[in-house]
């Protein structure tokens, strides 16, 4: 049984105050979204708590890290490497905060790209990131609230169309995952 006091304060020294805010916004929305969707409520509380877990490692650690613990840097994580924070917190979940879990380490680990066949827990997660209360205001934010509470999959075709279309217009680095992602939703929504 993990000792929710000892994970927050570990997390509360090793994120900044304004992160560790957007945090607990993350959680409170899991928990939410998680009783709405009927998914395992703790999982997505432990997933939401740690998403970020390794979001304010200094840049030059997270590459250092990321070699020691096998982590692919691929050429799109090279170009950016913030976008590592995700794959790279979902090991220090594992080895600084014990989660053994797979279902909450893939929530972590995905919560930035997203990828094909995303499980709810990780939809849940994606999500939550995006709208917790703490987000400030962007174009198509109320929507995408709107969705996460009536239709998971439908509110992440919202939510990574906004993305890419983001990521496009401001020239950022967009990883294949996040495209595969949104195809995948697409491709199986026909099927519902
Ligand atoms: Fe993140
Ligand atoms: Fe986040």
Same mark, same amino acid.
Not at 6 to 12: D, F, G, I, N, P
Not at 64 to 72: D, N, Q, S
Not at 115 to 125: A, C, F, S
């Given at each position: 049984?993990?000792?929710?006091?000892?994970?927050?304060?570990?997390?509360?020294?090793?994120?900044?105050?304004?992160?560790?805010?957007? $945090?607990?916004?993350?959680?409170?929305?899991? =928990?939410?979204? *998680?009783?709405?969707?009927?998914?395992?409520?703790?999982?997505?509380?432990?997933?939401?708590?740690?998403?970020?877990?390794?979001?304010?490692?200094? =840049?030059?650690?997270?590459?250092?890290?990321?070699?020691?613990?096998?982590?692919?840097?691929?050429?799109?994580?090279?170009?950016?490497?913030?976008?590592?924070?995700?794959?790279?917190?979902?090991?220090?979940?594992?080895?600084?905060?014990?989660?053994?879990?797979?279902?909450?380490?893939?929530?972590? %680990?995905?919560?930035?790209?997203? %990828?094909?066949?995303?499980?709810?827990?990780?939809?849940?997660?994606?999500? *939550?990131?995006?709208?917790?209360?703490? %987000? #400030?205001?962007?174009?198509?934010?109320?929507?995408?609230?709107?969705?996460?509470?009536?239709?998971? #999959?439908?509110?992440?075709?919202? *939510?990574? $169309? #906004?993305?890419? =279309?983001?990521?496009?217009?401001?020239?950022?680095?967009?990883?294949?995952?996040?495209?595969?992602?949104?195809?995948?939703?697409?491709?199986?929504?026909?099927?519902?």
């Amino acid at each position: 049984m993990i000792d929710y006091d000892e994970m927050k304060q570990k997390l509360q020294s090793s994120l900044s105050p304004k992160r560790f805010l957007h $945090t607990l916004g993350v959680v409170e929305t899991a =928990e939410e979204l *998680a009783k709405i969707h009927g998914v395992d409520k703790e999982k997505a509380i432990i997933s939401a708590y740690l998403h970020d877990c390794a979001k304010d490692i200094p =840049e030059k650690m997270k590459i250092r890290f990321c070699k020691e613990f096998h982590i692919p840097l691929d050429k799109w994580i090279e170009k950016n490497i913030e976008l590592c924070h995700s794959f790279l917190g979902a090991e220090i979940a594992k080895r600084e905060y014990g989660i053994i879990d797979e279902e909450i380490l893939n929530a972590i %680990r995905y919560h930035t790209t997203g %990828r094909k066949n995303m499980t709810d827990l990780e939809k849940l997660i994606y999500l *939550a990131d995006y709208i917790e209360p703490n %987000r #400030n205001y962007f174009q198509g934010l109320e929507s995408i609230r709107e969705y996460a509470r009536k239709d998971l #999959n439908q509110a992440m075709i919202f *939510a990574l $169309t #906004n993305t890419i =279309e983001y990521v496009k217009k401001n020239k950022g680095i967009l990883h294949p995952l996040t495209l595969e992602a949104l195809e995948d939703l697409k491709s199986k929504k026909g099927d519902q």
